[in-house]
């Protein structure tokens, strides 16, 4: 397969392919004219790649976790560890998150919204004065 057909099979965008292949998570062979020729294994990594980047896996535990994919003789603990360890990660930007939504929401509420001049969203947000 060419990179245009691994693309459309494996919903990546090319570029992201380039990249992968570039940092060294998939390694397609290359045709006599220099161009990649993917196989259905590349077609697989790429799949699987793309499932953990969109559950947010960063680039490294997406290298980790396929090295685990590959190694037959892994152990599930391993896996399992960079899973809670990421579900860690978002449940801390969970929270930052509603942190941030309750603090908007309530600078929100409290701005009359007509023509008059003074706001309480901008005064929530400007600095506090030093001293």
Do not use: W
């Not at 896996?57 to 990421?86: M, P, T, W």
Request: proline fraction near 5%; glycine fraction near 6%; hydrophobic fraction near 40%.
């Amino acid at each position: 397969m060419n990179i245009k057909e691994v693309a459309q099979r494996s919903g990546l965008p090319a570029k992201t392919i380039r990249y992968y292949e570039e940092i060294g998570l998939i390694r397609p062979l290359r045709q006599a004219n220099g161009y990649r020729a993917f196989r259905d294994s590349d077609l697989h990594k790429l799949a699987f790649l793309g499932r953990a980047r969109s559950l947010g896996f960063s680039i490294e535990d997406c290298r980790a976790l396929l090295q685990l994919y590959e190694d037959k003789s892994r152990a599930s603990a391993d896996v399992k560890r960079i899973a809670e360890d990421h579900l860690t990660q978002i449940a801390i930007k969970l929270a930052e998150l509603l942190a941030m939504q309750r603090t908007l929401s309530d600078l929100v509420a409290s701005c009359a919204g007509d023509g008059r001049p003074d706001c309480p969203i901008l005064q929530g947000i400007a600095p506090k004065p030093c001293g």
